[in-house]
């Protein structure tokens, strides 16, 4: 409550007028029709898979694959990977977002995303080879999330402004939509 209050005090009403009954169809037609877009949505599908796969399955992997694979060593336990998953995947991206946006705004939006992706075929990897050298999987789990962590907040923080400077001010909102949908 204490947050909504204070947004509704500080923050200016940026909304313009728009007409109430305004059909969003033939904005849609105009973005599905746009080749660029096309492109980016099935770009964009690659990052999105990554994205779902380490929310819901890596941690799936390291607490089930990798503890029974490692019979020698000590066992990985589902807490320490949910504090690893918190602590170096959420947390590490959550810290280094704004100055990775600082340092990477200067370079062109789709050398971003490449780095990104270079990002995140470095992570995963780091995961096999979690799998490879056992005697290194808590190193190489905190490794493998620390750099999937900062391909997801690279990614965020520039697919959003891509897809802006895609679209026609007036579809803006109708080509992120379309993006959000991957």
Not at 77 to 84: D, E, P, Y
């Amino acid at each position: 409550m204490l947050f909504l209050v204070l947004m509704q005090m500080t923050v200016p009403d940026t909304q313009h007028d728009i007409p109430q009954h305004a059909d969003p169809l033939p904005g849609f037609v105009v973005a599905v029709k746009d080749r660029s877009l096309q492109l980016f949505v099935l770009v964009n599908l690659l990052f999105t898979t990554n994205i779902a796969l380490v929310n819901s399955t890596l941690p799936l992997y390291f607490t089930t694959v990798m503890s029974i694979q490692s019979a020698s060593v000590a066992t990985t336990t589902l807490t320490t990977v949910a504090n690893l998953f918190t602590w170096r995947y959420v947390g590490v991206g959550a810290v280094l977002q704004l100055p990775i946006v600082q340092m990477l705004h200067a370079v062109l939006r789709v050398r971003v995303l490449m780095v990104s992706m270079l990002l995140w075929s470095i992570g995963f990897v780091v995961v096999w080879k979690t799998a490879i050298v056992p005697s290194l999987k808590s190193a190489s789990m905190i490794v493998a999330f620390c750099l999937l962590s900062i391909a997801t907040a690279v990614y965020k923080s520039f697919a959003s402004a891509i897809v802006s400077e895609l679209a026609p001010v007036s579809l803006r909102s109708i080509y992120l939509a379309m993006s959000y949908q991957c």
